[in-house]
């Protein structure tokens, strides 16, 4: 232990000796003007370049996250960043922002071999395992970082690592997903309840502000998807009277949901007949269920890619995925409707007779079953190159991009600022984008998706 405070002691010597040549250096570039990136650079007479992924620095707010400006780190620094899932394309991209910021770090500073800045990416092979995640955070701390930047499965636990770590000098930031933790110095992620809130108009828009809709939250526990639940449900109550949410889904719980339809599915069987096995019910399958359970529902919307993924799974399997034509088709109906609607009434006025009840109960079962089968409306968070197919298709409305880029890139530079012990904002808001088949092929769209 005094070795690592020993070691601390001089790594903040040297840190401050560095910082106070860097500042004194950056006094004399900014009488020159503003001491930005970009106006760093000697004019060569070239036009400078700027990087393939610029466009989702630019969305990281303070812009100082967005660059390795004056970030003097020792040679050999190691920083570990932990996400919440390895394989899907969200994360993938996570794990590009986070590389590239230690590639970039690494050419500012001139390191090389040994003396390069570790930075390391990890996470559990399944999404939302948190006991995987927790075994990697031990493992992480056993490796003596610098700073630990993590994604918090849960927002209430992990208290005996981070004091642990605390303990013994190691720095605890968080990504994506908070902690409630009193010691974490940093979280870089989306303002989850904002872009909620644009997802609760833009679905309450798409179903004329009226209906009933489902939310599928993808878990119960993280920071994330409790203020996008929060986001959600609030935009509703405030704006959209006439809008009801017929029913809450979180999806690390469907495996309670599941014995709890197959309980009442029991419960109507006549005797003799077979039992229905919870084990034998997909996921899918769950979210059917709460689909016939509510014949009138309109949207569902989801709070991340494997939500999303996940509802027009069900809606696709249940015949009421919404596609390119309806689409069209809907918007063109809708548009005549209020033309057609007083000629309509007259017509029928007139051709209303005694003799005619029993064909008038036929044509309300005809209308009744047809909307049953109307098309539901998907919305939500995140966008791989499934959901971009489908929203291509009509079968997503619009989606909620992130910036998960830009969320692994800022998350290494606030662990380098909290290194160096120059700072951090409370929050660093990597910013997101609404996107739909409309605005899908911009330029500015196109360089904020992921794969």
């Avoid at 009488?31 to 650079?41: F, Y």
């Avoid at 770590?165 to 009193?182: C, E, F, K």
């Avoid at 940093?186 to 833009?202: E, H, I, M």
Wanted: proline share 2%.
């Amino acid at each position: 232990m005094e070795n690592r405070k020993n070691k601390k002691k001089y790594r903040t010597y040297n840190t401050m000796r560095i910082t106070a040549l860097a500042v004194a250096a950056g006094l004399i570039i900014s009488l020159g003007g503003c001491a930005d990136k970009k106006t760093q650079n000697s004019y060569t007479g070239e036009k400078n370049e700027e990087p393939v992924y610029q466009d989702n620095l630019n969305a990281v707010s303070p812009s100082v996250y967005s660059h390795t400006d004056g970030l003097n780190l020792e040679p050999g620094t190691y920083i570990s960043v932990i996400g919440k899932e390895e394989s899907s394309a969200y994360w993938k991209t996570v794990k590009a922002g986070v590389m590239q910021a230690a590639e970039d770090l690494n050419k500012a500073l001139g390191y090389k071999g040994a003396d390069k800045i570790k930075v390391t990416f990890n996470a559990p092979a399944k999404s939302e395992d948190f006991n995987e995640q927790v075994n990697i955070l031990d493992e992480e701390m056993g490796r003596d970082p610098d700073v630990i930047a993590i994604a918090c499965i849960d927002e209430t636990a992990y208290t005996v690592q981070f004091d642990m770590a605390t303990d013994n000098g190691i720095p605890i930031i968080a990504l994506d997903s908070g902690n409630a933790y009193p010691g974490i110095q940093c979280t870089v992620g989306t303002d989850n309840n904002d872009a909620a809130r644009t997802g609760a108009y833009k679905l309450a828009d798409e179903i004329g502000g009226s209906g009933e809709v489902i939310l599928l939250v993808h878990d119960s526990t993280s920071e994330s998807a409790k203020e996008r639940e929060a986001g959600f449900c609030e935009k509703i109550s405030e704006s959209y009277q006439d809008v009801t949410i017929a029913e809450t889904i979180y999806c690390d719980r469907l495996e309670d949901l599941k014995k709890a339809i197959a309980e009442e599915k029991n419960a109507e069987l006549e005797e003799g007949e077979k039992e229905f096995s919870a084990d034998s019910m997909s996921d899918e399958e769950v979210i059917q269920y709460y689909i016939r359970k509510h014949p009138e529902v309109k949207g569902i919307f989801g709070t991340n890619v494997n939500a999303v993924r996940l509802g027009l799974s069900a809606v696709k399997a249940e015949g009421r995925a919404v596609s390119a034509d309806q689409k069209d088709t809907t918007e063109e109906s809708g548009q005549e409707a209020d033309k057609e609607t007083e000629k309509e009434t007259v017509q029928e006025a007139d051709e209303e007779t005694s003799g005619e009840d029993s064909g008038k109960e036929t044509e309300a079962e005809a209308e009744t079953e047809e909307e049953e089968k109307q098309p539901i409306v998907l919305v939500g968070f995140d966008g791989g190159e499934e959901q971009i197919d489908s929203l291509r298709k009509g079968e997503i409305a619009g989606l909620v991009i992130q910036n998960p880029f830009g969320i692994g890139y800022a998350s290494v530079i606030a662990a380098a600022r909290t290194v160096l012990q120059i700072g951090n904002e409370a929050e660093v808001n990597t910013g997101y984008i609404w996107v739909t088949c409309e605005n899908l092929d911009s330029a500015s769209i196109q360089n904020m998706l992921y794969e």
